[in-house]
Each structure stands twice: as structure tokens, then as C-alpha cells.
């Protein structure tokens, strides 16, 4: 087999795992306030890339469609915030992967309906046209993903490092009682991360959906990758998903090489499996004590 | 109670006959055919029960059993040529095998964990089926004939029949399961997978159990439905089914036959109900009302936060409105479900069926079933003084987490029949010692003896079954079983009829038993009187008392009391002192932990001191009381002259 091609599928897939790692990390976000994740997480990013697509076809530019889209992202992490992951934990139960799951079906169907089940295309001002890199072509909008990706991610990360604000979040991750003793709400510690779970996860659906194209059945392919990634690399660790995330992006495109585009998502799966059963904190997780 | 059981077996057995008689008056294949999936959705929702409504997991997993039983069924017809009865064994058998298979990793795993597991494994199984093309016949699907039952070609009623029978066997080996140790180990481990280890009972074993047995009754439902469609798709055992399943059973009523029964008929009915339009107006209009009366209710008498009682109304206004304004409600048929889920989830986490049997309950007047007369006490702990030697021996145990040395090489000796005190400051180690000792944490060096033989390290499951019993300072009970029940579980020694046997009812004989032993520790306990009670609803201080009782079910050689006295007001304690005497009466060896001076020195005939880690002093209570080094550490600061402790 041609060393080339081989090279080409890996890169291709790597940058495309670039995207699940953005996912996976908006999951880390909640997890880190909450201990949640929003199992809905793929649904909000398909409802997204279709609140944007209506935004472009409407006649908004580039720049306040992202702007549009990211604000709606925002909005929709509240909404699942508020009317599934709070309603649970106010009765102490781990009713909210139930919501969770329920919201993102009631998108999914919602999608179906209002934007149709087809896959439609979306523009976008940056070329698709290949350069060559030692013989291996990558497009702009692959290195487009690439930039956006590690832009938002460096940006939050900068955000939850430097800021008061982002101090609280790293409060309330810390120990929730403590940090509420201290002044600050964990609540709405809590709302701010899933706020930006969801524009994490618009920006996903922003950065794909050009070379994807934009379909309700986007939700589940991604979101199943998104686990992997997340589970993977372990839920706190930002660096991890990006490392696992590119990865687990080269395994997948290989191996619908090799094996056939249906065998695509099988590795990622065993790969998830494989770690709960062996590393339930991830590879890059930490181990937490039992306490009694 | 002989009202209750009427009540109860009888409508059981009403509604089996009206089953079984339908296809005898009346003869539409429409409904036949809705009936015979009523029955194998029932099978199907008894099984998932086990792990959403037992183990109190989200189970995404049950519909790719489904559907691997149903393609081993298939396939062991095609292939093999077995029979009706074989082709469903091996449903059965790779719903089971594969269930075992899974929960092995799904094992350590909780909440989010567990359902990402279970997910992915039905996205993979559905990979496989859609891939796998030569065994399949992948996405194209697989066409099957009904083989014969012992000869025979059953036509659409026998094959109905056939499905009832097993639904009625599935349902009674289940209400003997439920309703034994293993249904009780199944409810504990949801509550307290800690204090179930430290009880012997086994959280991985049970687990498993529960998870494969949930997994083989889908895999049993997968080989009817393959029998009843005789054509199987890939697609027909996605996400979407599932979904719907957990909305049965989650509808119907967690923890319940009936629940399940309830679930399975509406997953059956749903579609008519969706494609007829007035059907649905009135349903959706119900479900508004039930609703705004729930959640009225619920506001008014403040046990619903505002936003609790007002979400299922908004959900269920978006239904009745949606109703009105969309074209085809068949094409809005996920966000129908969605939006009745989240109603149920929300405003009714009982289901319907948890609902109604508390309303029946109170119509008939059903009575709980009575309880047997207890048993001697000293038939469950004989009395009886054990001579002298060392029971417990520690030697340089050593525990550190990280740099911290939370317990620095303490050597102590417990004697027999003694009640050993083990006080120090707070931060001191002491509880750090104990869950070494009762294998909560596994030891960083050093030897734990009981009786001269080493004592298993780091697992309190094993420790449990060497004979050492503890309670937590953090109470560690089974909060949604009945005070009698958490002591029932932790009985030794009582449960020995094998898992065949309990399916077919065969220990009910020995619950009765166990039942009685167990009244006899919560008398002990002063608890006689609320044995029905759940555990959560008892006061602080029966829930300490209830924790003494449970690990005296143990029947230890050694028992760990963990701050028994802590929160507790005044005369708790001194019902406290008097448990704890009788118990030393039975020769039973204690090492207390507490904080109580005063209830140190009434109980313990030695006390050993801690302070950072280390064994400071050890003696008579008196003795240590004096000990300048003791008050030091208590203190901070070395008296000229003797001080009492502080109590």
C-alpha cells in the first residue's frame, strides 16, 4: 500500500477529529461544574449548524452568522441546563441523562421537521481547494477546523485561567459546598459552563458542517465519537481530547479504508468500552480515592 | 392478608385468562398481532426493569439485545435447523452471555458511565448486524420461517399462546426473584454499593447477575419477535427503540411488573394512538390536566419547587398545542414521545403504575403482608462469653495517600470478648486504621491478623466473609428498603437455595426465616416497631441503631462501631451504651470508635490512643486519661498536673 495515501487518510482524519475533540471538550466543560454531561450534546450541535445555514440563506454575512449561531448555541446549553439538567439535580437523582436524551430527541425531531431530512450544504468564504503538503493535499477548510478549533479552545482555556470568573469555575469544579461558602453560586457557575458548552458546540457544528454538509443524522454520528474522545481521554484533562481527539479521527478514516466507510465508527466504540473497563477516568484522568 | 394475596394473585390470573381467551372469541388478525407484541414487549420491559428500575441504571443496551436475539434466533433456524424451543435457548443464551460480557466492564461504572457503555455497545451490535452482510444479510435484511414447536406448525394464535405462556413463566420467575435476597441485593447496591460489599453480599456479582439475567430476557424477547415477524432489518433496533422502551418502562412504573405490563401496552398502542387525530387531542388534553392537577397539588402543598410542578405543564401544552397546529403528527412522533417522557420523568417518577397502586392500596385497604413472630435472639447470637487470647492482631500497618501518612505503623492487639476503644483527635487516623481493617483501603505495608490467619486485604467483600462487620460514621444505609430489609440482607447463613430454585419460588421457606432472625437483631435494636419503615425515613438516631443491627446480621467475629454515638442527642446515647452491652454479652469482640469520653469509659475495658498516625498510649480508660501524652494531644499543651479529658 501506497505510504501516501496512507498518510493522506491519516491527516484528513486527524483533522477531522480535531472537531470531535471541540465536542468532547464542551463536554468537559459541564462535567467540571456539574458532574453532567448533555447527552443531547450532538443535537445541539446539528440545531445549531441549521440555525446558522437559515442565518446565511437569510442574507447575513459570514461574521454575524457565527456570531448568530454561537449566541443560539449559547442559548440552548441554557435551555438544557434549566429544563433538564438542574430540574434533575434539584430532586438528587440522575434523572438528567433521561432529560438529556429526551431534549435531544425532541431536536432531532424538530430538525426533521422544520429543516427536512436531507443534507444540505453549507457555504463558506474560505476555498476548498487543496494545497499540497509533501505530497499530501489538505484543503483550507481543514486547516480552517484546525485554527477554529484550538482558537476556541485556547481562548476558554486562557478565560478559566486568567479571569476571577474563570477562577470560579475552577471553585466550584474543585469542591461545590466549599465554593458556595465562599461567595460564589455554583449555580451559576453551572449555567456559565453549560452556556458555553453549547457555543463550543455551535462552533463545532460552524467548523464541520462545510465539509460534512448539515443533516439531522449529523447529531448521531458525532456525538457517539465525542463520547469516545471524552471518555478516552478522560473528562478533565483539555490537552487529552485533543491528543485522543486526533487520534481516534486518523484510526476512524483508516479503518473505513481498509474495512469499509460502515466499520468507520467501530474502533472509536471499542476504544470507549475498552476504557471504562480498563482506565474509567481516561487515559489522561486522574484517579479519585473512595470516601466513606 | 389473606385479602391481599386474593387481590393481588387474583388479578394476575384474571387478566392472564382474559389474555388467554381472546383469540378464542374473537378473531381479527390486527389485533392478534397487536396482542402476541404486547407479550413479547412485556418480556422485553420485565428485563430492562431489572437494570433501570433495580439497579436504578440507565440501560441504552436493551434493544440491541433485542435485536442480537432475535438474529440468533433467526440464524439458529436458517443456519442450524433448530426447533422453536432450541432457537429461543439460544436467544436467551446470547442475550445472557452477551449481557455478562458487557457487564464486566460496565461493572465499576456508574451513571453517565454506565449509560455511555451500554451505548456504545448498541451502536456497535448495530454496526455489526448492518456490516456483518454474509451472516445477516446486513442491510437488506433477514427473512425467517416460524419453525415448529415439537412438531407442530403453530399458526397465529398457538404462536400467541406460545408467548403468553412464556410472558406468565417470565412474570413468576421474576416475582420470586424480586422478592428474594436477590432482588434486595439488586435495590442495595443502588443505594450503597459500599456498605453492600461490607455487608458480603457482593456488588460485582449481583451486578452482573442482574445486568446478564435484564440482558437474557431481551434476548428471549428478540427470538419471539424474530418468530412473530419473520423478517429482521437492522434498522429495526436503533436508538429510536430504544428510546421508546425506557419511555415504557419509565410510563408504566420503575420496580413493577405491572409497570412493565403497563409500558409494554402502550408502546403497542402508541401508534394508533398517534395516527388518530382525536385520539390523540383527548390523550394529550388528559395528560395537560393530569398535569396542571399534579402540579398544582405538588406547589401548593410546596413539596414541588415552582419550576418542577410548572415544566410538565409546559411540556404537555407544547403537546396539545402541537396538536392543533401541526399537518401530520405521525412525522412529530419523536418529539411526541419526548415531550411525554420528560412529563413522566419530571412531575410522575413513580410512573402510572406507582401512582395507581398507592390509590389501590388505600381503596382495598390492602394491608402490608404481616410479619412473622421473631425469633429467639439467642438463637441468632447465642450467648456466651469467649475466653481470652488475641482476636485481632495489627503489625506496623501503614497506610499513606500520597505524602499524607494518615496511619504510620500502629501495632495493637484486640483480645477476645473485650470491647477495644480506639479514640484520638480528630485528623488522628483512626478511621483511615478501620477501613484498612475492614478492607475499604488497601494497606500500604504492614499485617492485619484475625484469629493469627491474615485477614484479606483491600476488599471489605472479603473481609465481610472473614468475619469482620462494621457501620460507617457516615451512615451507609440502604435508604429505599425497609429497616427489616437492610437487616435481611446482611443475614448469614441464610440464603442457600441456588438461583434455579428461587426462580421456581423455593425460598420462600427460608425468607420466612430470615425474616424472623432479622426481627429478632431489630428488637435488639430497639427497633421492632418499625421494621416496615424505610430506612430513609427513619430518625437520625434509628439509623445509627438500624447500622448496628445490619452488620449483628453479619454474626461477626469482630465488630467495627465507627463513631456510633456522633450526632446523637443524650438519651440516644444511653440506649447506645445499653445496645452495646447486650451485644458484648454474646461474646462478640468490638473495637469503638468515638469521640464520647464518657461512653468510652463505661464500655471499653482497653483503650488505644492515635494521634497523628501513631499509636500515643494504650491501657484502661483511667489509665490513658492521665497519660500526659494523651492530654497533650487532646490538648496541645503538657499539663503540670493531671487534667480530666474533656468528654
Known sequence: MNMTIIAQMAVSGALMGMVYALIAYGFQLTYATSKSINFGQGELVMLSAFFSLTLLNLGAPYWLMVIGGLLFGAAMGLVVERACVRLALEQKSEGWILLTIIFGLLGFSAAENIWGRDDRPFPSPISSDALDFFGISITGLEIAVAVGVLAVMGVIELFKHKTLLGKAFAAVSADRDAAELMGISATKTIMLSYGLSGMVAAMAGILISPITTVGPTMASALILKAFSVAVVAGLDSGFGVVVIGICLGALESLTSFYLGSGWREAPGLLLLILALAVRPNGVFGKANIRKV | ?647
Open chain 2, 1 to 647: 392478608m389473606l385479602k391481599r394475596l386474593l387481590l393481588l394473585r387474583g388479578t394476575e390470573i384474571i387478566v392472564l385468562a382474559l389474555l388467554a381467551c381472546i383469540p378464542l372469541t374473537v378473531s381479527n388478525s390486527y389485533l392478534l398481532g397487536l396482542l402476541t407484541l404486547l407479550t413479547i414487549y412485556g418480556i422485553l420491559l420485565i428485563g430492562l426493569d431489572v437494570t433501570v428500575g433495580y439497579l436504578g441504571q440507565v440501560n441504552l443496551a436493551q434493544a440491541a439485545f433485542l435485536g442480537l436475539g432475535a438474529y440468533a434466533a433467526g440464524l439458529s433456524v436458517s443456519l442450524l435447523g433448530f426447533g422453536m424451543m432450541g432457537a429461543l435457548g439460544v436467544s436467551l443464551l446470547v442475550g445472557l452471555v452477551l449481557g455478562g460480557v458487557l457487564a464486566f466492564p460496565a461493572l465499576r461504572l456508574e451513571g453517565p458511565q454506565f449509560a455511555l457503555a451500554t451505548l456504545s455497545f448498541s451502536a456497535l451490535s448495530t454496526t455489526v448486524l448492518n456490516e456483518w452482510d454474509g451472516l445477516t444479510g446486513g442491510a437488506q435484511g433477514l427473512s425467517l420461517n416460524r419453525p415448529p414447536l415439537f412438531g407442530q406448525t403453530l399458526g397465529a394464535s398457538g404462536f400467541y399462546w406460545l408467548c403468553l405462556v412464556i410472558l406468565a413463566l417470565v412474570w413468576m420467575g421474576m416475582r420470586n426473584l424480586l422478592a428474594s435476597q436477590w432482588g434486595r441485593a439488586f435495590e442495595a447496591l443502588r443505594d450503597s454499593p459500599i456498605a453492600t460489599d461490607a455487608m458480603g453480599v457482593g456488588t460485582f456479582r449481583h451486578k452482573v447477575a442482574g445486568f446478564a439475567l435484564g440482558s437474557s430476557l431481551g434476548g428471549l424477547a428478540g427470538g419471539l419477535y424474530a418468530f412473530n415477524f419473520q423478517y429482521l432489518q437492522p434498522q429495526s433496533f436503533t436508538y429510536d427503540l430504544m428510546v421508546i422502551l425506557l419511555l415504557g418502562v419509565v410510563l408504566g412504573g420503575r420496580k413493577s411488573l405491572w409497570g412493565a405490563f403497563f409500558g409494554a401496552s402502550l408502546i403497542v398502542l402508541l401508534p394508533n394512538l398517534l395516527s388518530n387525530r382525536i385520539l390523540f387531542e383527548v390523550i394529550s388534553a388528559a395528560g395537560l390536566l393530569l398535569a396542571l392537577v399534579a402540579g398544582g397539588r405538588g406547589w401548593m402543598k410546596k413539596t414541588t419547587k415552582p419550576f418542577q410542578a410548572l415544566a410538565p405543564v409546559i411540556a404537555m401544552g407544547m403537546l396539545v398545542a402541537g396538536g392543533f397546529m401541526v399537518e401530520n403528527t405521525e412525522n412529530w412522533r419523536k418529539a411526541i414521545f419526548a415531550l411525554m417522557l420528560f412529563s413522566v420523568v419530571v412531575g410522575l417518577p413513580d410512573g402510572i403504575m406507582g401512582f395507581a397502586a398507592r390509590y389501590l392500596t388505600k381503596l382495598f385497604r390492602i394491608s402490608p403482608s404481616a410479619l412473622p413472630p421473631a425469633s429467639n435472639l439467642d438463637d441468632v447470637l447465642p450467648l456466651g462469653k469467649s475466653s481470652g487470647g488475641v482476636l485481632l492482631e495489627l503489625q506496623a500497618l501503614k497506610r499513606y495517600f500520597g505524602g499524607v501518612k494518615a496511619v504510620d505503623g500502629i501495632n495493637m492487639k484486640v483480645k477476645k470478648g473485650q470491647v477495644h476503644g480506639l479514640i484520638g483527635p480528630n485528623g488522628s487516623g483512626k478511621s483511615t486504621a478501620v477501613n484498612v481493617i475492614s478492607g475499604l483501603y488497601a494497606p500500604t505495608s504492614g499485617e492485619i491478623l484475625l484469629g493469627g490467619k491474615p485477614l484479606p486485604r483491600g476488599s471489605l467483600f472479603k473481609v465481610a466473609r472473614a468475619g469482620v462487620s462494621r457501620t460507617f460514621q457516615n451512615l451507609q444505609l440502604f435508604g429505599e428498603l425497609s429497616a427489616l430489609d437492610n437487616v435481611m440482607l446482611a443475614l448469614k447463613g441464610a440464603y442457600r437455595v441456588p438461583l434455579p430454585l428461587v426462580l421456581l419460588g423455593f425460598s420462600r421457606a427460608e425468607d420466612r426465616r430470615a425474616k424472623a432472625d432479622a426481627l429478632a437483631l431489630l428488637a435488639l435494636a430497639g427497633l421492632a416497631d418499625q421494621a416496615g419503615m424505610r430506612a430513609k425515613d427513619l430518625t437520625y438516631g434509628a439509623q445509627r441503631f438500624l447500622e448496628i443491627a445490619r452488620a449483628l446480621a453479619r454474626k461477626p467475629e469482630l465488630l467495627i462501631l465507627d463513631e456510633p454515638a456522633a450526632g446523637l442527642a443524650h438519651p440516644d446515647v444511653s440506649v447506645l451504651v445499653s445496645i452495646i452491652k447486650s451485644i458484648r454479652e454474646r461474646g462478640i469482640t468490638i473495637i469503638l470508635i468515638e469521640h464520647h469520653m464518657d461512653v468510652v469509659s463505661e464500655l471499653c475495658d482497653t483503650v488505644t490512643v492515635i494521634d497523628s498516625g501513631q499509636v500515643i498510649a494504650e491501657g484502661t480508660p483511667d489509665e490513658v486519661k492521665r497519660d500526659p501524652k494523651v492530654i497533650k494531644a487532646y490538648l496541645g499543651v503538657a499539663p503540670d498536673e493531671p487534667v480530666a479529658m474533656p468528654a
